[in-house]
């Protein structure tokens, strides 16, 4: 089983006891390729403590195709070309909203700046999305926003999937507000029914000014 003890404060979730140890197991059986590599399952906690959570972006499970997925949701290795389709709508929403884009498809300057790029389910076997929903991934990406919901956090919902877990999002426990933003998913499928316009960028960077903290660098410029 894989080591948790350098995931900086996530690894106190109940997650880690009560299910992580028959997900380990059912990884350990798998006789096709799973995505991302065992040592990038987690990096995205890695990347992101709880502490430094500032925005929230939740996908759904990881790129199937190898050599894409490295742990973050949407988040590419930078020698990946073409981009994966909904990343390229993501970066054409951020083009019209920023002026800018990053050079390549790897957002791990995002996570270390508070950007929590959690995928809903971490595993995926080569070629087969969604093949590992039913391992029960699901009650971490759940037990990872309530406890990021204790402090004020911007949430990017993106697509129905990612708005169903919306009741795992509770109030600060300072009484301040979160900031939600819920629009249709970049998948080409979707994404010009509500996502292009919606400006999610610069409305996070704007309530994050607001609140006197630093803004996101979304283009790494």
Same mark, same amino acid.
């Given at each position: 089983?894989? +080591?948790?003890?350098?995931?900086?404060?996530? =690894?106190?979730?109940?997650?880690?006891?009560? #299910?992580?140890?028959?997900?380990? #197991?059912?990884? #350990?059986?798998?006789?096709?390729?799973?995505?991302?590599?065992?040592?990038?399952?987690?990096?995205?906690?890695?990347?992101?403590?709880?502490? +430094? %959570?500032?925005? %929230?972006?939740?996908?759904? =499970?990881?790129?199937?195709?190898?050599?894409?997925? *490295?742990?973050?949701?949407?988040?590419?290795?930078?020698?990946?070309?073409?981009?994966?389709? $909904?990343?390229?709508?993501?970066?054409?929403?951020?083009?019209?909203?920023?002026?800018?884009?990053?050079?390549?498809?790897?957002?791990?300057?995002?996570?270390?700046?508070?950007?929590?790029?959690?995928?809903?389910?971490?595993?995926?076997?080569?070629?087969? @999305?969604?093949?590992?929903?039913?391992?029960?991934?699901?009650?971490?990406?759940?037990?990872?926003?309530?406890? %990021? $919901?204790?402090?004020?956090?911007?949430?990017?919902?993106?697509?129905?999937?990612?708005?169903?877990?919306?009741? *795992?999002?509770?109030?600060?426990?300072?009484?301040?507000?979160?900031?939600?933003?819920?629009? #249709?998913?970049?998948?080409?499928? $979707?994404?010009?029914?509500?996502?292009?316009?919606?400006?999610?960028? $610069?409305?996070?960077?704007?309530?994050?000014?607001?609140?006197?903290?630093?803004?996101?660098?979304?283009?790494? @410029?």
């Amino acid at each position: 089983m894989q +080591d948790i003890s350098d995931l900086k404060g996530w =690894d106190t979730l109940p997650f880690f006891q009560d #299910a992580w140890p028959n997900i380990a #197991a059912s990884l #350990a059986k798998e006789t096709r390729e799973i995505l991302p590599p065992e040592d990038q399952i987690f990096t995205a906690l890695r990347l992101t403590p709880p502490k +430094d %959570v500032r925005v %929230v972006i939740l996908g759904q =499970d990881p790129y199937p195709t190898p050599g894409h997925a *490295h742990g973050l949701a949407f988040s590419v290795d930078p020698s990946v070309r073409p981009l994966p389709r $909904s990343l390229t709508n993501i970066f054409k929403e951020m083009q019209s909203d920023l002026g800018q884009c990053p050079p390549t498809g790897d957002l791990r300057f995002w996570a270390r700046q508070g950007v929590l790029l959690i995928n809903t389910v971490l595993t995926v076997p080569t070629g087969e @999305a969604n093949g590992h929903k039913g391992l029960g991934w699901q009650n971490l990406c759940h037990q990872v926003l309530t406890r %990021v $919901s204790e402090h004020p956090t911007a949430f990017v919902l993106w697509g129905k999937q990612a708005q169903a877990l919306a009741p *795992h999002i509770s109030a600060p426990k300072n009484g301040d507000d979160h900031l939600r933003i819920e629009s #249709a998913h970049p998948s080409p499928l $979707s994404a010009r029914r509500g996502f292009f316009g919606s400006r999610p960028f $610069s409305r996070i960077n704007s309530w994050l000014a607001d609140r006197g903290e630093p803004q996101i660098n979304w283009t790494n @410029a």
